[in-house]
């Protein structure tokens, strides 16, 4: 590779991890909204956010944008590396992305509805001491899953039906 080409997929890969971190960001908006002890209990300080002078909209969007960064990263590595292997071209690294965005959106409204159908079929779920909101915890965390598993999910699909199109 050339250095304009290194500089290339650096670029892209860039973006990739900023759309990424800018989802997390928003996703955790919604999920607060849900959930608040989600946060406060449990990513809070496992994020090292407790600085309680700072709003908590606030820490929840630094935990949005690591998070959604830190999942970005190799999801956006394995599609930039998927790419290239298949010759593809900027259209086809901004479809990709798409599959991904699309399936954690998908997979995070299913990990919310399955979520709300467990607390209703089932007696004991375990969360956190300091929880007083075991539902909005619980549908939050199961939003969260949703989601990763919503990433994975969509980059797969994605492989998938560009490997079909060859």
């Given at each position: 590779?050339?250095?304009?080409?290194?500089?290339?997929?650096?670029?892209?890969?860039?973006?990739?991890?900023?759309?990424?971190?800018?989802?997390?960001?928003?996703?955790?908006?919604?999920?607060?909204?849900?959930?608040?002890?989600?946060?406060?209990?449990?990513?809070?300080?496992?994020?090292?956010?407790?600085?309680?002078?700072?709003?908590?909209?606030?820490?929840?969007?630094?935990?949005?944008?690591?998070?959604?960064?830190?999942a970005?990263?190799?999801?956006?590595?394995?599609?930039?590396?998927?790419?290239?292997?298949?010759?593809?071209?900027?259209?086809?690294?901004?479809?990709?992305a798409?599959?991904?965005?699309?399936?954690?959106?998908?997979?995070?409204?299913?990990?919310?509805?399955f979520?709300?159908?467990a607390?209703?079929?089932?007696s004991?779920?375990?969360?956190?001491?300091?929880?007083?909101?075991?539902?909005?915890?619980?549908?939050?965390?199961?939003?969260?899953?949703?989601?990763?598993?919503?990433?994975?999910?969509?980059?797969?699909?994605?492989f998938?039906?560009?490997?079909?199109?060859?």
């Amino acid at each position: 590779m050339t250095v304009r080409e290194w500089g290339l997929a650096l670029s892209r890969l860039g973006v990739l991890v900023g759309l990424a971190a800018l989802y997390g960001a928003l996703h955790d908006q919604l999920s607060y909204g849900i959930g608040p002890e989600y946060f406060t209990c449990l990513k809070f300080p496992q994020f090292g956010l407790l600085d309680e002078s700072i709003a908590p909209r606030w820490r929840v969007a630094q935990v949005g944008l690591l998070a959604g960064a830190a999942a970005g990263l190799p999801l956006g590595l394995v599609l930039c590396w998927w790419v290239r292997r298949r010759g593809g071209t900027s259209r086809l690294l901004w479809r990709g992305a798409a599959w991904v965005v699309l399936g954690a959106m998908l997979l995070a409204t299913l990990g919310l509805a399955f979520g709300w159908l467990a607390l209703h079929l089932a007696s004991v779920q375990r969360v956190p001491a300091c929880v007083q909101d075991a539902q909005g915890f619980l549908l939050a965390a199961w939003m969260h899953d949703g989601s990763y598993l919503g990433a994975l999910a969509g980059l797969l699909a994605f492989f998938w039906r560009s490997r079909r199109q060859r």
